[in-house]
């Protein structure tokens, strides 16, 4: 028997009549994330998806990395089925992981038993392996509470499975089961882990990136492609709509408080991406704000860059340190490309004292002078996808 890919599923288990499509929607995300390592049968048992290569050149490591970034997987491991009887699970324990048991000084065995008419009960069966398995390593000394190593023995239907630790995987819901949201990409540290936790609830996203070249760069147009590569680990493929923004802020500049700029420019930025969002069908927008990070962010800018649209405003970092973020940032891996030092079109006209407790009606009227349709009208027309497969 081959070895195969146990992923065991977190709180999809938890969705009740929900459960039978959380469990088709991951599969099916499994599916095509492990596709390109080669021909997997995937399928579910007891809270538990199966990925069981169908041909001799199947990458089951490469599909094991795979599966570590699906959401709605909460832990995964990889296992060998054996016979069901006690002895071949025995010997499947020896060979399968005699070297963890040659490096460990202590273990246990733990067994669950889903198939009832397996004659022995699950602790038997744990005490019978264990026993046998201190008999064949004796330096091994048997801890039921501090394991250094935990073997585990799972009895199913179709056959029995040994396999060590599970290791954590991405936990969250499968995507598509979260709806749809449009997600504002800059290139900084933060959207991309707004991006990555949205995601994680299950929803599909599409990304809005705002660049106003000349003084935005390529570079700065590549980084945010870049991040967007870095996202699809964990989102699968992504498209990034690229919206100019340059007309927007030089008459912002021409025509605005210079204290109102930022907000201003942000009030674009949020009426774009509801646009955006109206046209995809998506149900909510996402940013990677957070309270009181900068003069935009405090509750009275948030009130403001918030009014202008009328769908839920999604900021999972609102109440997060920056340490936290960076953490987050380092974990999926986005950290190294977000600060590379190009420029944001927020970066370019920062006003030098920019105002941090707005009055919305104030904002309402300042902005007035603007051509507010035709400015985003032109916008949107001149936007450009670009389609970010994962590599
Ligand atoms: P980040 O690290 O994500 O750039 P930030 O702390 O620099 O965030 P701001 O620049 O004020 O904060 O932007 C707040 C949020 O607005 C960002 O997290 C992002 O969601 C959105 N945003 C800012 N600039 C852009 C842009 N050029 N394109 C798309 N979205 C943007
Ligand atoms: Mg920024």
Redesign the pocket.
Known sequence: MQEMILCKLGEVVLKGLNRRSFEMKLMSNIRRRTSRFGKFKIYSRQSTIYVEPQEEKCDLLGAYEACKHVFGIIAITRSIPCEKTKEAILEMAKLYLGDSLRAAHSFKVESKRADKSFPMGSIQLSQWVGGQLHHAFPHLEVDVHHPELTVYVEVREDAAYVHGPAEPAAGGLPIGMGGNAV?????????????YMIAKRGVKLD??????PPY?SDQAREK?LQLAQELTEWTGRLNVFI?P?TEIQEEIRRNCPEEYF?LIM?RF?MRL?DMLAKELKCKSL?????LG??A??TMDALRV?GDVTELPVLRP?IGMDKEE?VRIARHIGTFDT?ILPYE????VFTPRHPKTKPVVEEVRELEAVLDIEGLCQRAMEQREVVKVKLQ
């Open positions: 997600s504002l990409l800059s290139g900084g540290i933060d959207s991309p882990v707004s991006s990304m809005i990136h705002f660049a106003s935005t945010v919206i923004f930022t942000r930025m991406a996402v940013t990677g704000e957070c990070q900068v935009s962010q860059s970092l973020i977000s944001d079109c927020c970066t």
